[in-house]
């Protein structure tokens, strides 16, 4: 959920939120689905439907609301006016809207953070896979920074280059 309140960046947030492990296109995949459905639908005939188990329906529907394009009353789910906008939209202003929800989730701002204040504003992946850990202790840095990597780059907030391992402010966010 979008949190109203201001993260400062010299120290990390207590108790981070976990990022679902679903790619972006999975994400915009649900909101154009349900769009298809009048913007609303039971959780469980969505999972029919997707022909998705229950939890892997969940994870990208956790992640849909995490960006703020969903909500979850009931046993619905249902598009928020943001996830009709972004389903409306051409690919670069899709970019700019996950790009403003992206930086309000806390392990995104850390991370931004954490860039910002080096000097090249960019860090090998081992220093990004420490940065994780302590941002998010109980979670599998591996696995957060796949989804970190798959949603900044999609936005074009965060780069990642393979070959030399290094993780880098795509722009000025």
Do not use: C
């Amino acid at each position: 959920m979008p949190n109203s309140s201001s993260e400062s960046n010299d120290k990390p947030p207590s108790a981070l939120q976990p990022l679902p492990q679903i790619g972006i296109s999975e994400i915009l995949g649900l909101v154009e689905l349900l769009i298809s459905k009048g913007g609303r639908e039971d959780i469980y005939k969505l999972a029919n439907e997707l022909q998705m188990e229950l939890g892997d329906t969940l994870t990208v529907i956790r992640a849909a609301e995490l960006l703020g394009l969903v909500n979850t009353p009931g046993g619905d789910v249902v598009n928020e006016p943001l996830g009709e906008k972004v389903s409306k939209s051409k690919i670069n202003a899709r970019k700019a809207i996950i790009k403003e929800q992206l930086v309000k989730i806390p392990v995104f701002a850390g991370v931004l953070g954490f860039l910002q204040e080096k000097e090249d504003h960019q860090a090998t992946r081992d220093q990004l896979l420490e940065k994780l850990a302590e941002l998010i202790p109980n979670e599998n840095s591996e696995q957060t920074f796949s989804t970190l990597v798959n949603w900044g780059r999609y936005a074009e907030l965060f780069g990642y280059n393979d070959d030399s391992q290094t993780f880098y402010l795509d722009s000025n966010p």
